[in-house]
């Protein structure tokens, strides 16, 4: 069974950075791509970056430039850097990965139904 642990959200005040880890174990992590997805009060869930297997990375176009998505296959752990933040990043954050070890390109890891497990999410609140 596939677990995703994340950690590292806060508080922090708009311009700041703060840095995201989610912590997968139950299978051979450097197989499969990861997500990260957001979720604020009202809203539904949507994509924030990704990283495929090979490592590409995709990113929303409200986070580009900003937010930069990284992996240590050696610690099995995915991580979502967020820079200049900004009152509406304020979320709650999911980890985020797929059953099938697949290459695909932009649709298939930016879209929700790729991912088949979940982590228990992690609030950040930007404050301005």
């Known amino acids: 069974q596939v677990q995703l642990v994340e950690s590292g959200g806060g508080l922090v005040q708009a311009g700041g950075p703060l840095r995201l880890s989610c912590a997968a174990s139950g299978r051979t992590f450097s197989m499969h791509a990861m997500g990260w997805f957001r979720q604020a009060p009202g809203k539904e869930r949507e994509f924030v970056a990704a990283?495929?297997?090979?490592?590409?990375?995709y990113y929303a176009d409200s986070v580009k430039g900003r937010f930069t998505i990284s992996r240590d296959n050696a610690k099995n752990t995915v991580y979502l850097q967020m820079n200049s933040l900004k009152p509406e990043d304020t979320a709650v954050y999911y980890c985020?990965?797929?059953?099938?070890?697949?290459?695909?390109?932009?649709?298939?890891?930016?879209?929700?139904?790729?991912?088949?497990?979940w982590g228990q999410g992690t609030q950040v609140t930007v404050s301005s």
């Open positions: 990283i495929s297997r090979s490592d590409n990375k």
């Open positions: 985020a990965a797929p059953e099938d070890p697949r290459l695909g390109g932009y649709y298939y890891h930016t879209r929700l139904a790729t991912y088949d497990y």
